[in-house]
């Protein structure tokens, strides 16, 4: 029985979307998976500054710090603010003391200023593309934690892939890239059987239809959001990590809806299984075990018990020694600072996707 527990890690998130929340309605409404990117997402990369960028991360990474989560891997894209994009959202977590492991996601489907969601397997890498691979390895070069970001096969030219896989092992990093997420990315396993690395973080995996090397992480509430399906994260022999896909950073809601979507595919399973997923992002971070999370519970420390028992909340946080939340509020910035620069820098970003 334990009041605590050691610093929760986000296995997956996109910290632009921060901003998101009550944006204008799309000039569409989405009526595929496909069509939610394209009217909702790519037209808020496209729309990103680096200020927003900055603002959106210190009030994504806050947000996880007062739900316990002090480590972050985030995949971010932004086709008019590339460079630099990683240093902002770096300094943003620094600013708040939540670790990262950032990338950039490289794409093809942006030639100039035009977009497009049919890239073909043998279309030659864009200038965007390489604009973006280099905006990684200059990160990460420079002593950046990261690793190599790819958005998805679908959306990138074979060459495309090659040169991030030929560039990852030369790094001597992962590659950070969404794997079969909706049935236009299913044919992503032929694509990539002969690329992946142990060392990949492959997201999603919902529509994969092989095994392939890599981490798998999984984002059940995305996936229900998406009505993309059920991933079935557990038919394979990979390592499964939790992420939410930039769905805020509540690592023991995400655990708890895991697991009943996991309940109800399978009704052996345990909430164990997703206990498990959730520790094992630490392989990224080995660092939070030594983190202290104290919360409003007392038996936080077993599965069983955080599975039923909603509501529980953070109350105070340690890292490296340091009392960086206390009583839910953080203690080394100003949180109402943040909440008000990040609604400057929405309403300028809902203004850009309104017009």
């Not at 210190?58 to 590339?82: K, Q, R, V």
């Not at 973006?132 to 030219?157: P, S, W």
């Amino acid at each position: 029985m334990s009041f605590t527990t050691n610093g929760l890690v986000c296995s997956h998130h996109h910290l632009y979307s921060s901003l998101a929340r009550g944006m204008p309605a799309p000039p569409r409404t989405p009526d595929s998976f496909l069509s939610i990117l394209e009217n909702v997402w790519w037209r808020l990369d496209a729309a990103l500054d680096l200020d927003m960028i900055y603002w959106s991360a210190a009030l994504g990474a806050a947000e996880a710090l007062c739900n316990g989560t002090t480590a972050i891997i985030d995949h971010h894209e932004s086709p008019f603010a590339i460079e630099g994009s990683l240093d902002a959202i770096k300094n943003a977590c620094d600013m708040v003391g939540v670790r990262s492991n950032l990338c950039y996601g490289i794409t093809d489907r942006w030639s100039g200023s035009k977009m497009t969601s049919e890239v073909s397997p043998s279309s030659a890498m864009t200038a965007e593309a390489r604009r973006g691979l280099d905006e990684n390895i200059r990160f990460l070069k420079e002593g950046g934690r990261g690793m190599l970001g790819v958005h998805a096969a679908f959306t990138c030219g074979d060459e495309t892939l090659a040169a991030v896989a030929d560039a990852a092992s030369q790094l001597d990093v992962g590659v950070h890239i969404h794997v079969a997420e909706g049935a236009e990315d299913s044919d992503a396993g032929a694509r990539l059987e002969n690329l992946a690395q142990d060392n990949w973080l492959l997201v999603h995996a919902v529509h994969l239809d092989r095994p392939l090397r890599g981490t798998l992480a999984h984002n059940p509430r995305s996936n229900m959001n998406n009505a993309v399906g059920y991933a079935h994260p557990t038919q394979w022999d990979n390592k499964v990590v939790l992420g939410t896909d930039g769905i805020g950073a509540d690592m023991l809601e995400e655990a708890r809806l895991g697991y009943v979507r996991l309940r109800e595919s399978n009704v052996t399973e345990t909430p164990d299984t997703v206990w498990t997923w959730l520790s094992n992002g630490e392989q990224f971070f080995p660092e939070v075990r030594h983190d202290v999370v104290t919360w409003n519970y007392d038996h936080v420390d077993s599965p069983w018990h955080v599975a039923f028992t909603p509501g529980i909340r953070c109350t105070s946080v340690h890292v490296n020694g340091t009392e960086v939340v206390r009583d839910g509020t953080p203690t080394q910035f100003d949180i109402e600072e943040v909440r008000a620069k990040a609604a400057e820098a929405a309403t300028r970003l809902h203004a850009r996707l309104a017009s």
